[in-house]
């Protein structure tokens, strides 16, 4: 029981003290840079996503017509 109350007071105190570093500029300046970070992984990820899938369904098909001759 202990160790869930300090581990939710963590987190409560970790979201306080984010809203109130992103009300200075310099908070906002922070939080606009994480958010063109978080931006790129995910484009980066579902490009590489996309390159993966693409890749399957190409083996696939040369396996396909393999099995056919």
Do not use: P, Y
Not at 7 to 29: M, Y
Not at 43 to 67: C, K, N
């Amino acid at each position: 029981m202990g160790k869930a109350f300090w581990f939710i007071v963590g987190i409560g105190t970790g979201f306080l003290v984010a809203h109130k570093v992103s009300q200075t500029e310099k908070g906002q300046a922070f939080f606009a840079e994480v958010n063109d970070f978080t931006d790129t992984v995910a484009r980066s990820f579902q490009e590489r996503t996309a390159e993966v899938r693409e890749a399957i369904d190409d083996l696939q098909d040369e396996l396909r017509d393999a099995a056919q001759h």
